[in-house]
Protein backbone atom coordinates (compact mmCIF):
# COMPACT_ATOMS: atom_id res chain seq x y z
CA UNK A 1 0.00 0.00 0.00
CA UNK A 2 1.19 3.55 -0.46
CA UNK A 3 1.94 5.75 1.95
CA UNK A 4 -0.73 8.16 0.54
CA UNK A 5 -3.24 5.27 0.43
CA UNK A 6 -1.84 4.46 4.16
CA UNK A 7 -2.87 7.99 5.36
CA UNK A 8 -5.95 8.35 3.51
CA UNK A 9 -7.26 4.64 5.13
CA UNK A 10 -6.24 6.21 8.26
CA UNK A 11 -7.81 9.17 8.32
CA UNK A 12 -10.92 7.83 8.04
CA UNK A 13 -10.28 5.30 10.76
CA UNK A 14 -9.95 8.06 12.64
CA UNK A 15 -12.48 10.60 11.08
CA UNK A 16 -8.81 12.77 11.00
CA UNK A 17 -8.68 15.89 8.75
CA UNK A 18 -4.95 17.05 7.91
CA UNK A 19 -4.38 20.76 7.80
CA UNK A 20 -1.31 22.19 6.83
CA UNK A 21 1.00 25.75 6.58
CA UNK A 22 2.65 26.31 3.30
CA UNK A 23 6.06 26.25 4.69
CA UNK A 24 6.03 22.23 5.72
CA UNK A 25 7.75 19.63 2.92
CA UNK A 26 6.08 19.37 -0.62
CA UNK A 27 4.76 15.78 0.01
CA UNK A 28 3.03 16.78 3.31
CA UNK A 29 1.82 19.70 1.59
CA UNK A 30 0.44 17.05 -0.73
CA UNK A 31 -1.53 14.98 1.45
CA UNK A 32 -3.50 17.84 3.33
CA UNK A 33 -7.00 18.49 3.43
CA UNK A 34 -5.88 22.03 3.44
CA UNK A 35 -2.97 24.07 2.91
CA UNK A 36 -2.97 27.39 4.00
CA UNK A 37 -1.61 30.39 5.91
CA UNK A 38 -2.40 30.98 9.68
CA UNK A 39 -5.43 32.94 9.31
CA UNK A 40 -7.24 30.37 7.05
CA UNK A 41 -5.72 27.46 8.78
CA UNK A 42 -6.96 28.49 12.52
CA UNK A 43 -10.51 29.58 10.64
CA UNK A 44 -10.82 26.32 8.69
CA UNK A 45 -10.10 24.13 11.82
CA UNK A 46 -13.02 26.23 13.59
CA UNK A 47 -15.52 24.71 10.82
CA UNK A 48 -14.04 21.41 10.00
CA UNK A 49 -16.50 18.77 10.95
CA UNK A 50 -13.79 15.50 11.55
CA UNK A 51 -13.55 14.26 15.35
CA UNK A 52 -9.45 14.76 15.31
CA UNK A 53 -7.17 17.34 13.38
CA UNK A 54 -4.05 16.24 12.39
CA UNK A 55 -2.32 19.59 12.45
CA UNK A 56 1.00 19.87 10.18
CA UNK A 57 2.86 23.03 11.42
CA UNK A 58 4.57 23.92 14.76
CA UNK A 59 2.99 24.11 18.30
CA UNK A 60 1.26 27.78 18.04
CA UNK A 61 -1.02 26.12 15.59
CA UNK A 62 -1.76 22.84 16.71
CA UNK A 63 -2.19 24.90 20.08
CA UNK A 64 -5.03 27.45 18.55
CA UNK A 65 -6.91 24.92 17.41
CA UNK A 66 -6.68 23.48 20.34
CA UNK A 67 -8.09 26.25 22.21
CA UNK A 68 -10.67 26.81 19.70
CA UNK A 69 -11.95 23.27 19.75
CA UNK A 70 -11.63 21.59 22.71
CA UNK A 71 -14.09 19.11 21.84
CA UNK A 72 -11.59 17.74 19.01
CA UNK A 73 -8.60 15.53 19.15
CA UNK A 74 -5.81 17.69 18.03
CA UNK A 75 -2.48 15.96 17.37
CA UNK A 76 0.70 17.10 15.70
CA UNK A 77 2.98 15.05 13.56
CA UNK A 78 6.14 16.15 15.54
CA UNK A 79 5.64 17.60 19.57
CA UNK A 80 9.38 18.79 19.12
CA UNK A 81 8.17 21.31 15.86
CA UNK A 82 8.03 24.54 17.85
CA UNK A 83 8.63 28.43 16.23
CA UNK A 84 11.33 29.96 18.08
CA UNK A 85 9.33 33.46 18.11
CA UNK A 86 6.04 31.99 19.80
CA UNK A 87 8.34 32.26 23.06
CA UNK A 88 10.03 35.92 22.52
CA UNK A 89 7.60 37.78 24.78
CA UNK A 90 8.00 38.42 28.63
CA UNK A 91 4.92 38.61 30.97
CA UNK A 92 6.92 41.05 33.21
CA UNK A 93 7.48 43.40 30.75
CA UNK A 94 3.48 43.14 29.39
CA UNK A 95 2.60 44.02 33.01
CA UNK A 96 5.40 46.69 33.08
CA UNK A 97 3.80 48.38 30.16
CA UNK A 98 0.27 47.88 30.96
CA UNK A 99 1.14 49.76 34.06
CA UNK A 100 2.51 52.40 31.91
CA UNK A 101 -0.03 53.00 29.67
CA UNK A 102 -3.53 53.21 30.45
CA UNK A 103 -5.36 53.12 27.26
CA UNK A 104 -2.66 50.17 26.26
CA UNK A 105 -4.00 47.09 23.94
CA UNK A 106 -1.74 43.89 23.90
CA UNK A 107 -1.74 42.99 20.43
CA UNK A 108 -0.46 39.36 19.75
CA UNK A 109 0.77 37.82 17.09
CA UNK A 110 -0.65 34.19 16.44
CA UNK A 111 3.34 32.50 16.47
CA UNK A 112 3.37 32.83 20.41
CA UNK A 113 2.44 30.39 23.11
CA UNK A 114 -1.36 30.02 24.55
CA UNK A 115 0.13 31.06 27.93
CA UNK A 116 1.45 34.37 26.28
CA UNK A 117 -2.11 35.22 24.82
CA UNK A 118 -3.93 35.14 27.85
CA UNK A 119 -1.93 37.93 28.70
CA UNK A 120 -2.97 39.63 25.20
CA UNK A 121 -6.34 41.66 24.32
CA UNK A 122 -6.04 40.48 20.76
CA UNK A 123 -4.39 38.05 18.15
CA UNK A 124 -3.05 38.86 14.89
CA UNK A 125 -1.91 37.20 11.99
CA UNK A 126 0.15 38.74 8.63
CA UNK A 127 -2.94 38.65 6.94
CA UNK A 128 -5.06 40.67 9.56
CA UNK A 129 -2.97 42.41 11.22
CA UNK A 130 -3.21 46.08 9.76
CA UNK A 131 -6.75 45.73 9.82
CA UNK A 132 -7.08 44.67 13.50
CA UNK A 133 -4.88 47.18 14.71
CA UNK A 134 -6.72 50.19 12.90
CA UNK A 135 -10.55 48.83 14.62
CA UNK A 136 -9.07 48.47 18.02
CA UNK A 137 -9.90 51.90 19.73
CA UNK A 138 -6.61 51.80 21.76
CA UNK A 139 -4.53 54.68 20.87
CA UNK A 140 -1.50 52.80 22.53
CA UNK A 141 -0.43 49.11 20.88
CA UNK A 142 1.90 46.81 22.59
CA UNK A 143 2.70 44.39 19.81
CA UNK A 144 4.00 41.03 20.43
CA UNK A 145 6.48 38.83 19.91
CA UNK A 146 7.67 40.32 16.68
CA UNK A 147 9.35 43.57 16.39
CA UNK A 148 9.54 43.17 12.05
CA UNK A 149 5.83 42.52 11.86
CA UNK A 150 4.77 44.93 14.35
CA UNK A 151 7.23 47.78 12.56
CA UNK A 152 5.46 46.73 9.64
CA UNK A 153 1.76 47.47 11.29
CA UNK A 154 2.98 50.71 12.60
CA UNK A 155 4.03 51.94 9.58
CA UNK A 156 0.07 51.14 7.95
CA UNK A 157 -1.51 52.57 10.92
CA UNK A 158 0.68 56.06 11.54
CA UNK A 159 -2.50 57.30 13.57
CA UNK A 160 -1.47 55.30 16.54
CA UNK A 161 1.30 54.84 19.13
CA UNK A 162 3.36 51.53 19.48
CA UNK A 163 5.54 50.03 21.72
CA UNK A 164 8.02 47.24 20.21
CA UNK A 165 9.00 43.96 21.51
CA UNK A 166 12.59 42.55 20.67
CA UNK A 167 11.14 38.81 19.26
CA UNK A 168 11.88 37.86 15.49
CA UNK A 169 11.88 35.18 13.03
CA UNK A 170 15.35 33.74 12.65
CA UNK A 171 13.93 32.87 8.93
CA UNK A 172 12.71 35.80 7.75
CA UNK A 173 15.52 37.97 9.23
CA UNK A 174 18.54 35.51 7.39
CA UNK A 175 16.71 37.49 4.41
CA UNK A 176 19.09 40.46 3.95
CA UNK A 177 18.83 43.46 2.19
CA UNK A 178 21.93 43.26 -0.17
CA UNK A 179 21.30 40.15 -0.92
CA UNK A 180 18.05 40.78 -2.55
CA UNK A 181 20.04 43.47 -4.44
CA UNK A 182 21.92 40.83 -5.77
CA UNK A 183 19.22 38.74 -7.08
CA UNK A 184 17.49 41.80 -8.06
CA UNK A 185 20.36 43.02 -9.98
CA UNK A 186 20.87 39.52 -11.83
CA UNK A 187 16.88 39.49 -12.17
CA UNK A 188 16.24 43.49 -12.91
CA UNK A 189 11.92 42.57 -14.12
CA UNK A 190 11.45 40.17 -10.80
CA UNK A 191 9.01 41.21 -8.35
CA UNK A 192 10.21 41.43 -5.05
CA UNK A 193 7.34 39.51 -2.69
CA UNK A 194 8.21 40.19 1.16
CA UNK A 195 6.57 38.86 4.15
CA UNK A 196 5.95 41.59 6.87
CA UNK A 197 8.06 39.39 9.43
CA UNK A 198 11.02 40.42 7.39
CA UNK A 199 12.99 43.40 8.42
CA UNK A 200 12.00 46.68 7.37
CA UNK A 201 15.45 47.83 4.94
CA UNK A 202 13.71 44.45 3.05
CA UNK A 203 10.41 45.85 3.42
CA UNK A 204 11.50 48.98 1.94
CA UNK A 205 12.46 47.15 -1.39
CA UNK A 206 9.41 45.44 -1.99
CA UNK A 207 6.65 45.54 -4.63
CA UNK A 208 4.51 43.15 -2.53
CA UNK A 209 4.26 43.28 1.26
CA UNK A 210 1.53 40.65 2.74
CA UNK A 211 1.12 36.92 4.29
CA UNK A 212 1.71 33.69 2.38
CA UNK A 213 -1.60 33.32 1.01
CA UNK A 214 -1.59 36.96 0.24
CA UNK A 215 1.86 36.18 -1.53
CA UNK A 216 0.57 33.36 -3.63
CA UNK A 217 -2.51 35.59 -4.45
CA UNK A 218 -0.61 38.44 -5.50
CA UNK A 219 1.85 36.02 -7.73
CA UNK A 220 -1.44 34.66 -9.54
CA UNK A 221 -2.70 38.56 -10.43
CA UNK A 222 0.53 39.96 -11.18
CA UNK A 223 1.10 40.39 -14.96
CA UNK A 224 5.04 39.95 -14.01
CA UNK A 225 7.14 36.61 -15.16
CA UNK A 226 9.97 36.07 -12.39
CA UNK A 227 9.90 36.94 -8.90
CA UNK A 228 12.37 37.05 -5.94
CA UNK A 229 10.39 35.29 -3.28
CA UNK A 230 11.10 36.56 0.43
CA UNK A 231 9.67 34.11 2.68
CA UNK A 232 10.04 30.25 3.83
CA UNK A 233 10.85 29.29 0.30
CA UNK A 234 7.81 26.43 1.61
CA UNK A 235 5.49 28.37 -0.63
CA UNK A 236 6.92 27.84 -3.72
CA UNK A 237 5.14 24.04 -4.22
CA UNK A 238 1.57 26.58 -4.35
CA UNK A 239 3.15 29.13 -6.56
CA UNK A 240 4.92 26.17 -8.89
CA UNK A 241 1.30 24.78 -9.26
CA UNK A 242 -0.52 27.79 -9.50
CA UNK A 243 1.35 29.06 -11.95
CA UNK A 244 4.23 26.58 -13.52
CA UNK A 245 5.72 28.75 -16.18
CA UNK A 246 6.37 31.94 -13.75
CA UNK A 247 10.20 31.93 -12.38
CA UNK A 248 10.76 32.80 -8.62
CA UNK A 249 14.00 33.14 -6.83
CA UNK A 250 15.17 33.06 -3.64
CA UNK A 251 17.39 35.25 -1.67
CA UNK A 252 19.24 32.97 0.32
CA UNK A 253 17.27 32.52 3.23
CA UNK A 254 16.79 29.61 5.75
CA UNK A 255 14.64 27.05 5.97
CA UNK A 256 12.06 26.84 8.92
CA UNK A 257 14.03 23.24 10.42
CA UNK A 258 10.71 23.20 12.60
CA UNK A 259 8.77 23.39 9.44
CA UNK A 260 10.47 20.95 8.36
CA UNK A 261 9.93 18.55 10.82
CA UNK A 262 7.00 17.07 9.84
CA UNK A 263 7.27 14.00 7.89
CA UNK A 264 5.03 11.32 5.99
CA UNK A 265 6.53 9.29 8.30
CA UNK A 266 5.13 11.07 11.36
CA UNK A 267 1.93 11.65 9.82
CA UNK A 268 1.42 8.18 9.59
CA UNK A 269 2.69 7.14 13.06
CA UNK A 270 0.34 10.10 14.86
CA UNK A 271 -2.34 8.72 12.71
CA UNK A 272 -1.71 5.06 13.65
CA UNK A 273 -1.15 5.39 17.01
CA UNK A 274 -2.85 8.52 18.21
CA UNK A 275 0.15 9.99 19.99
CA UNK A 276 1.29 13.26 20.48
CA UNK A 277 -1.86 14.81 21.43
CA UNK A 278 -2.08 18.55 22.45
CA UNK A 279 -3.59 18.80 25.92
CA UNK A 280 -4.03 22.01 27.61
CA UNK A 281 -5.24 22.82 31.33
CA UNK A 282 -8.93 24.27 30.91
CA UNK A 283 -8.47 27.30 32.54
CA UNK A 284 -5.54 28.64 30.02
CA UNK A 285 -7.40 27.58 27.08
CA UNK A 286 -10.63 29.53 28.26
CA UNK A 287 -8.04 32.52 28.88
CA UNK A 288 -6.49 31.94 25.70
CA UNK A 289 -9.83 31.71 23.27
CA UNK A 290 -10.47 35.47 24.70
CA UNK A 291 -7.95 36.98 22.22
CA UNK A 292 -8.11 34.44 19.81
CA UNK A 293 -11.68 35.05 19.26
CA UNK A 294 -12.07 38.02 18.89
CA UNK A 295 -9.13 38.33 16.38
CA UNK A 296 -11.61 36.03 14.40
CA UNK A 297 -14.85 38.98 15.03
CA UNK A 298 -12.32 41.15 13.82
CA UNK A 299 -10.09 39.59 11.08
P1 LIG B 1 1.52 33.30 7.53
O1 LIG B 1 1.25 31.97 6.94
O2 LIG B 1 0.35 33.77 8.31
O3 LIG B 1 1.98 34.28 6.51
O4 LIG B 1 2.67 33.14 8.62
C1 LIG B 1 3.99 32.92 8.35
C2 LIG B 1 4.66 32.18 9.43
O5 LIG B 1 5.78 32.45 9.77
C3 LIG B 1 3.98 31.07 10.05
O6 LIG B 1 4.81 30.53 10.96
FE1 LIG C 1 8.41 30.56 13.42
FE2 LIG C 1 9.71 31.78 11.48
FE3 LIG C 1 9.36 29.14 11.35
FE4 LIG C 1 7.27 30.81 11.01
S1 LIG C 1 9.07 30.60 9.69
S2 LIG C 1 7.32 28.96 12.28
S3 LIG C 1 7.82 32.46 12.42
S4 LIG C 1 10.57 30.25 12.89
Known sequence: ???????????????????????????VQEIADYVGDSFYLSKIATMVKAKTILFCG???????????NPEKTVIMP??????????MADVEKINEVRKQYEDLAVVCYINSTAKLKTYSDVCVTSSNAVK?????????????????LGRFVA???????????????HVHTSILAKNVQIVKDIHPRAEILVHPECTMDVIA????????????????????????????????YEL????????????????????????????VEALENMTNVVEMDEELRIRAKKPLERMLELG
Open 240 to 267: QLKKPKKLFFDAGQKKCSDMKRVTLDNV
Open 1 to 27: MSVTDKINQLKQERDAVILAHYYVDDE
Open 132 to 148: IVKALPNKNIYFIPDEN
Open 58 to 68: VSFMGESAKIL
Open 155 to 169: SQVPEKNFIFNDGYC
Open 205 to 236: MADYVGSTSGIIKHVTESKAKEFIVCTEMGVL
Open 78 to 87: DMGADCPMAH
